[in-house]
């Protein structure tokens, strides 16, 4: 609830300090003395925004404050979520510059309008003539039934599934919004693996029809040389290895005669089994090479066609080619593993949908009991206030569409009389209607849903004194649950309050100023009596507003 409100330099307030009571506060004052100031200063510290043209002194900066306790609003979450300093008692702030720039605090922490705006709905709800009340706004008549269905858990059980669903539900849709532009990705990458698995490739392969080829390509030349070799070396006349042993055998006399001649001999003899052994390889190897024009051709067509793959996947061997194939295997099957985690969440978030389409149907079911009864409750008090003829009921329609708090559309609906047709009431009803509307919802409710600080503005205009007698004692009930502050004309009404501000204008200093005083005793009795009859009162009604006071 609000507990202050200080006003400095705005319009025709120099300065100002109001407290508010617990429970109702009446604002009475002549016309035009200055009450739509009040309600322009308090909308500042609410997120409105600032007008020019609003400081009494054009020099000097213009601060609006409000003091408020908020411990029972349960909004340390909104306060976590904005990163702001978080305390029972709240102070806003609006600070309008000579230069028309304001500026907005919320515990002396700077905040948007925004920011502000959205903080000040849930502590301040203003009632005026043909605002866009929020009693005919479909999620408050949707939280107003449930509050009366006695359902306000369920509620929070299936919102709070109900973003769980949501969240799932947008992500499921990026994932296939990203899975549909994967799709060339996974085809491309299909084709490189079919392409890689058909070629067959096997690790080194590459380097192995290197060197054949290069022997396919000198076969002829290579058997000519080593034949040639073999001849050399064995067949030919006067041959090394004929010299050799000619030269072992010379020296085999000395071995007896000289250590040296011996090891020098058994060296020839193992120069000699040496290239007797290289003769017989080279012969050996000459008659396993054989020109092979058709073997050449396959074994160039393959090399080929694995050097095209070496230079499209830009790798220089066989071996890191299959590397290659390897990691585009993995990457298909993240590809496809997406796809089955697509699967999975699209079947929980079906399974989450089905879930809240049961809940929401037994909300519904909720709402259509409760909701005829509350239109006749609103009926019977919508008499007391003038308002006899007037018929109310709710549409409760359940529609496929998930929201938040159901699937529920609700259209209140009203007729001027009985057998007329209905019509919603948002086009049907006047601003008197709507304000007595208004009251009336608010105060059956008013026990059953946490409303913030409410503020009704000459919500008793063009009714009598008998209907402003029971719109007072609505205003009583409801203040008993709820801060309710009051501006109003009507006598009957103000007897009610906790706490009477009188609003009035003077001149000061050669300029008309606003001055806000606090009525009690006779002086209160005085300003109902002259709102009872004229300035000053007569006797009669000064007696009439001493028994409207009593009769509080």
Not at 515 to 529: M, N, S, W
């Amino acid at each position: 609830m609000i507990k202050r409100l200080s006003i400095r330099n705005y319009v025709l307030i120099d300065q100002l300090d109001l407290d508010f009571d617990p429970g109702l506060t009446i604002v009475t004052g002549e016309t035009g003395a200055g009450k739509s100031i009040l309600l322009g200063a308090l909308g500042l510290i609410l997120g409105e925004r600032a007008e020019s043209g609003v400081l009494a002194d054009e020099d000097q900066k213009a601060v609006i404050e409000g003091i408020f306790a908020i411990r029972e609003y349960g909004l340390q979450p909104f306060f976590t979520a904005h990163d702001l300093e978080y305390n029972d008692e709240l102070i806003l702030r609006r600070e309008i510059m000579p230069h028309g720039r304001s500026r907005a605090f919320i515990n002396d922490s700077p905040a948007s309008l925004q920011i502000l705006r959205e903080l000040g709905r849930k502590l301040i709800d203003v009632h005026q003539q043909f605002d866009q009340l929020d009693v005919l706004e479909d999620d408050f008549q949707i939280s107003m039934l449930d509050a009366l269905a006695d359902q306000s858990p369920m509620v929070v059980d299936y919102t709070r599934k109900f973003k769980i669903w949501k969240q799932d539900l947008d992500r499921l849709e990026k994932m296939r919004v990203e899975e549909a532009t994967s799709e060339q990705e996974r085809s491309f990458l299909q084709f490189q693996v079919d392409e890689l698995l058909a070629a067959g490739l096997l690790p080194g392969e590459s380097e192995s029809l290197e060197e054949e080829a290069k022997t396919l390509r000198h076969a002829t030349e290579i058997r000519q040389v080593l034949d040639g070799a073999h001849s050399l070396i064995q067949d030919a006349d006067g041959s090394p290895a004929d010299q050799l042993d000619a030269l072992i055998r010379s020296l085999h006399p000395l071995r007896s005669y000289h250590a040296g001649v011996a090891l020098l001999a058994d060296r020839l003899e193992s120069v000699r089994i040496e290239l007797e052994d290289l003769a017989g390889e080279m012969e050996s190897l000459a008659e396993k090479i054989e020109a092979d024009p058709a073997r050449l051709v396959e074994v160039e067509n393959r090399l080929n066609a694995i050097n095209k793959l070496l230079l499209k996947h830009h790798v220089t061997d066989s071996g890191t080619l299959l590397e290659r194939l390897n990691g585009l295997e993995d990457q298909l099957q993240n590809l496809d593993g997406r796809q089955a985690e697509i699967d999975a969440l699209h079947k929980s978030v079906q399974k989450e949908e089905t879930d809240l389409k049961e809940m929401a149907a037994i909300l519904s079911l909720a709402r259509h009991e409760v909701a005829g009864t509350f239109a006749s409750n609103m009926m019977q008090r919508l008499a007391d206030l003038g308002m006899g003829s007037m018929r109310m009921a709710f549409q409760v329609e359940e529609t496929e569409i998930l929201k938040w708090n159901g699937t529920d559309k609700i259209t209140f609906m009203m007729a001027q009389q009985e057998g007329a047709r209905m019509a919603p009431v948002r086009q049907a009803a006047s601003g008197g209607e709507l304000s007595r509307l208004t009251l009336v919802i608010k105060s059956l409710v008013a026990a059953a849903i946490p409303l913030p600080s409410l503020v009704f503005d000459e919500i008793d205009a063009g009714v009598s004194g008998a209907v402003s007698m029971k719109m007072g004692d609505l205003l009583t009930r409801m203040a008993k649950e709820h801060q309710l502050i009051v501006i109003t004309h009507s006598p009957q009404i103000a007897s009610r309050a906790n706490c009477h501000y009188y609003v009035s204008k003077a001149p000061e200093n050669g300029e008309v100023r606003t001055h806000v005083t606090v009525l009690q005793g006779e002086d209160r009795i005085k300003a109902i009596a002259v709102m009872l009859s004229t300035d000053p009162p007569s006797s009669s009604a000064l007696a009439n507003a001493r028994e409207l006071v009593a009769s509080e």
